[in-house]
T-cell receptor, first 116, second 112 residues
Framework: DTEVTQTPKHLVMGMTNKKSLKCEQHMGHRAMYWYKQKAKKPPELMFVYSYEKLSINESVPSRFSPECPNSSLLNLHLHALQPEDSALYLC???????????????FGSGTQLSVL | AQSVTQLGSHVSVSEGALVLLRCNYSSSVPPYLFWYVQYPNQGLQLLLKYTSAATLVKGINGFEAEFKKSETSFHLTKPSAHMSDAAEYFCAVSELSEKLTFGTGTRLTIIP
């Protein structure tokens, strides 16, 4: 299994809603990532988890809250989002040692989020 | 600080023609360099990577890239374009940190 699975594929939410994005991989990878991608732009790193501990937070607003319940799962909890947060949210994983974290990233297909 | 610059946000080539997508990098140490491809409504997929071994790197789907330190370049090529190559291509750089920095992307269109 070489897939990173993200659910849901599409999400529409209001600014007062609370929702969660989910990501799962069964490749034994120990590093997992959240990226945000606006239309026609490159992905921007939001968070990195290494061995289930948050190792990078790229100054992301607190309305985005990541969670790594175990080595296979990564969640992104959303609360009180703004319309400008509408984007494609991509999850990725990699082998996970510090020097190999970027050897190869496996990406999911993403969740297309629209905030109304 | 690491960065990559992709020259040309849009490139169009005829089917069967040479594909050349340009990437220049800036890095204070020998970098790791990558090319990723993104098809519509998909995540990114690694095409190839340079990690200080051979300067000519072969990837999937017939793509290859050459690391040229003197030119700080890592251009992506394919001898003969196929319709299925139409996608967005991202060059990326990493300096052994946990952060991968992407270029702004090049949209490749294949003309039948």
């Amino acid at each position: 299994d070489t897939e990173v699975t993200q659910t849901p594929k599409h999400l529409v939410m209001g600014m007062t809603n609370k929702k969660s994005l989910k990501c799962e991989q069964h490749m034994g990878h120990r590093a997992m990532y959240w990226y945000k991608q606006k239309a026609k732009k490159p992905p921007e790193l939001m968070f990195v988890y290494s061995y289930e501990k948050l190792s990078i937070n790229e100054s992301v607003p607190s309305r985005f809250s990541p969670e790594c319940p175990n080595s296979s799962l990564l969640n992104l909890h959303l609360h009180a989002l703004q319309p400008e947060d509408s984007a494609l949210y991509l999850c990725a994983s990699s082998q996970g040692t510090r020097t190999e974290l970027n050897e190869k990233l496996f990406f999911g297909s993403g969740t297309q989020l629209s905030v109304l | 600080a690491q960065s990559v610059t992709q020259l040309g946000s849009h490139v169009s080539v005829s089917e069967g023609a040479l594909v050349l997508l340009r990437c220049n990098y800036s890095s204070s140490v020998p970098p790791y360099l990558f090319w990723y491809v993104q098809y519509p409504n998909q995540g990114l997929q690694l095409l190839l990577k340079y990690t200080s071994a051979a300067t000519l790197v072969k990837g999937i789907n017939g793509f290859e890239a050459e690391f040229k330190k003197s030119e700080t370049s890592f251009h992506l090529t394919k001898p003969s374009a196929h319709m299925s190559d139409a996608a967005e291509y991202f060059c990326a750089v990493s300096e052994l940190s946990e952060k991968l920095t992407f270029g702004t992307g090049t949209r490749l269109t294949i003309i039948p």
